[in-house]
């Protein structure tokens, strides 16, 4: 520890000063890092599905919005181009745009296991396109062999007469410094998309990617304390808003480094020794700080007299006992036949209606309701999950599967 002193001193009184890259730090660290590049891996995406598709009852894209837009993997952000012709005027040369175009970007999204991403991209697919309205089997199956001469050939194709975009919007949102900055995608398409593949050699997570053509791109910023973002941050769709019990750095840290605080007395007082010519002087500083970092230490472990840390004392240390369950999805008609069991009905109705996806129906509700309302609701609730509603049939088979 002297002999590090002793360099210090005098490396300090030969007039040689240590110190970081200037044009870096006033550049990059100054203000906050304000012109600190961003992070590529700090950003969300929201999807808005047109209100045509459905809603939280009856479309997945909108039952899962939330999740769907932290399951982006990774996205491009909008890139253009500008048609710039070159002219001759009188002899000068002359650029002159013509158009702008803008460049597809691509987005890749987690295969999730419960199939929300899947969902999304078959719900835009049979929206659009009526080959997924088709029944392959059966006396109308739309694919048995014929020619055009055949019956009554059904519609394939765009056939759909669908004219308004399955989604509103997309936003790609980039995050920084508490603030976000938005590129809005309008009227987007999507010019390709797929379910990326399966292999046995390889045990790598799968995923799905869309390619996506739009219309135009708005820009917008704001703070995301003051202008939330949809799904972002919202503890319904796993996020953590626990503060942490180790504590957090306060405004006190600032005045320990500030004029009048700990570090600069020491550290004056540490120079002063040397200058007056005390004796033992190396000692005396090393000792000094030392007595320092202990003090700055202490402090930051008990939230004591320096102020450096406020240890947060209603923090939560227990841990939640609740578990989730992921059991293999049954198929419809699986869950249908046991609601069939008036014993197996009982078990199933309160978890299926406490899901929400019957908009102002609890429990409560449903215990109250008539003979015919309790009829139309246990009907609504097969309906939505012949439809495909992800939701009922994860939360049915989690609870079979609690049965077996």
Known sequence: MSSIVDSFLYNFTAGTHLRDAQHAHKIYTNSNFTFAPKQKYMY???FQPNAEVGNS???NSFLFQKELGILVKSTDLPSFRASVENKQQYNRKKNIQTRLDYQDIRMTLHDDNLGAVRAMLKEYYKYYFADGNRSPTGSQAAYLPRDKYFGDVPNYGLNNRKRTPFFSYITIYQLARRQWFAYTLLNPLLSAWDHGN????????NEASMTVAYEGVLYSEGKVSQDPIVGFGDADVGYDVEKSPLGIIDNGIAGEFGAGGLL?????AAVNEFLTGGSNTASNFASAAAAGVVSAA???????GNGVYNVDSQADTTVSSATESNSPQLDA??????????????LLTPALINTGVIPNVDINTY?????VEKSAIDQNLINLIQGGNLLLIQTASNALAGVA
């Open 44 to 46: 969300h995406v929201v």
């Open 57 to 59: 009852a009856t479309a």
């Open 198 to 205: 399966v292999d046995s050699t390889d045990g790598s997570f």
């Open 264 to 268: 600069p007395a020491l550290l004056g």
């Open 298 to 304: 202490v402090a930051a472990v008990t939230g004591g």
């Open 333 to 346: 008609a699986a869950i249908i036949a046991a609601l069939n069991d008036p014993a197996t009905k009982a």
């Open 367 to 371: 215990n109250s309701a008539t003979a």
